[in-house]
């Protein structure tokens, strides 16, 4: 597949600048992916026949998730008194209502318990006041920061369930490597922000702020695109 024929979602760019050199971006596209399937099949099947030496793939951390089961039902996460209050106090960002939602609340006082989640929540009100914001998240981690779902208003069938962030990320870019020959980095992005959480051996000469550089616009989308995977190949000057 020659980058000319490469699909962006509506908003992204295909070829961008980044780290001195040119690439082009490709939005791999897929059918609703289910809870359990397999990753390595879906490389298989969707990136294998386009993919070329030297491309790097990044997928979205929800759909590694997905495949490996991560997830938290309604049934298992019941919004106390503590949740319903302090989620009142979030703020809704762009990206969703985050910790706003009692249910993705609860999951984190299940998590982390009652006194760090207040602990944290009033180290929060005062780094508010101070303009500097973050702080919830910061310090309760990246199990709680990662957690999506619990809202359907751009995916219905996740209205009912909260994704987890994937397990042991790195590992898995190697599997898919052995398994594919496919060079992977798992991200965790949403229009506010990017983070790396695992990539494969075969990319230890990207830092992580190279990788990032590579899809800091979010090209997959934050809403019902169904492109979890995004190819990027360098284009020679």
């Known amino acids: 597949m020659e980058f000319t024929e490469f699909y962006a979602n509506e908003g992204k760019k295909i070829v961008i600048s980044a780290n001195g050199k040119i690439y082009a971006r490709h939005a791999v596209a897929t059918h609703f992916v289910q809870i359990g399937e397999s990753y390595i099949s879906l490389i ?11 491309d790097i793939l990044f997928s979205s951390e929800k759909i590694i998730s997905l495949c490996q089961g991560r997830i938290v039902t309604e049934e298992e996460v019941r919004p106390g008194i503590w949740a319903r209050i302090l989620s009142r106090f979030v703020r809704q960002t762009p990206a969703g209502p985050g ?22 929540a009033v180290c ?19 199990e709680i920061g990662g957690l999506d779902g619990f809202y359907g208003e751009d995916i219905s069938e996740y209205a009912h369930i909260g994704i987890r962030i994937p397990s042991e990320p790195d590992k898995v870019c190697e599997e898919v490597w052995q398994k594919t020959g496919v060079m992977m980095a798992i ?15 075969q990319l230890r000469n990207y830092s992580e702020a190279e990788l990032l550089n590579l899809v800091a616009d979010n090209p997959a989308g934050q809403s019902r695109q169904f492109t979890p995977f995004i190819l990027v190949r360098e284009i020679p000057f």
């Open 44 to 54: 298989e099947e969707y990136v294998k026949p386009i993919y070329q030496p030297g």
């Open 187 to 201: 991200v965790d992005a949403n229009d506010l922000g990017i983070e790396l959480l695992g990539k494969c051996g």
């Open 124 to 142: 929060a009100g005062f780094d508010t006041l101070r303009g500097v914001r973050g702080t919830f998240y910061k310090m309760l981690g990246r």
């Open 99 to 120: 910790m706003g939602l009692p249910a993705k609340m609860q999951f984190a006082i299940n998590h982390c318990g009652l006194a760090k989640v207040l602990l944290a």
